[in-house]
């Protein structure tokens, strides 16, 4: 974590008035502890230093795909260790929320009698809503789908409705998405855990719609990849299939390596998660080469 950053708070700063705000209790967050400090920093307390180093990661594969990310470092509070971000909130922008966009979209689905889906937090339904609330804002669903392609490739399974934003200009009007944040839960599949503690999987960031009827409902994680890779339009399908081929295990490897020489993590650590990206990475290819038998016999 570097130093600028640690004289401009101290753990003691957590406890001073109105500097303190706990995310657990205000907004749900699985933290245990999650503060703002300053109006400048949030401080996320984390299980082990594997999910800085998940963050990291897919900070560091989305830069390269021109991504904008927050910035993020690993430190300790006192003995809490954690995860600490800039803000990237900027004074003359507006955050929407995903949840807030949902919410207006289904509104209007009432309001036209339109069936609306159990969990509309999927990239068909969010690209609709998106399409309807700012009409002239193309590239929006071209940034989603990029990321929504991200989230897939480093088995994201936290990409709830909280974790996606709209930043809109009060000046200039230009809508944008907000960087990319909050991708800890990536490398492993947490959502598989989910559904043996719930029955069902919650935070799983590939639904699609097809999820919502009664016979798909319980389709595994590369089921519904598989899925989407079928149905997919050809350039989004050759996006993937470029991602893909970008990030293989030697990439990742060396991206971890440069983690680690500024963490200085257990060696354990980086392998396991090399070792669930390798398992992942070649279940990708097998379910892409799938994937294009189906289409071209689909396209005779």
Known sequence: MKKDILKEFSFKDLYEGKEKKILKE?????????????????????????????????????????????????????????????NFHK??????????????YKNHLEKIGKEIPKNMNNLETIQEALAFLYPESDSLAIELTKRYILDILTMQSDRISENWEIEENKETGKIRLAPYFDSDKSFTDHAAKEILQYGQRIH???????????????LSTYEKIYHFLTCAPEPIFEYFAHVLEQYSKEKIESFLNEINKKIEAQEETKSSILKDYECHYAKMQELLSLAKEERRGLSR
């Open 26 to 86: 205000e907004f749900s967050s699985s933290a245990d502890y999650a503060f703002w400090i300053k109006g400048k920093y949030f401080f996320k307390s984390i299980p082990n230093l594997r999910y800085f180093i998940q963050e990291k990661l897919v900070e560091e594969i989305a830069q390269e795909m021109g991504i904008e990310t927050v910035r993020t470092w690993y430190g300790k509070l006192g003995h809490i260790p954690g995860e600490i971000s800039l």
């Open 91 to 104: 004074e003359n922008c507006l955050y929407i929320s995903g949840a807030k966009i949902l919410e207006e």
């Open 204 to 218: 799983n960031p590939f639904i699609i719609k097809c999820d919502y009827d009664k016979e798909s409902a319980f």
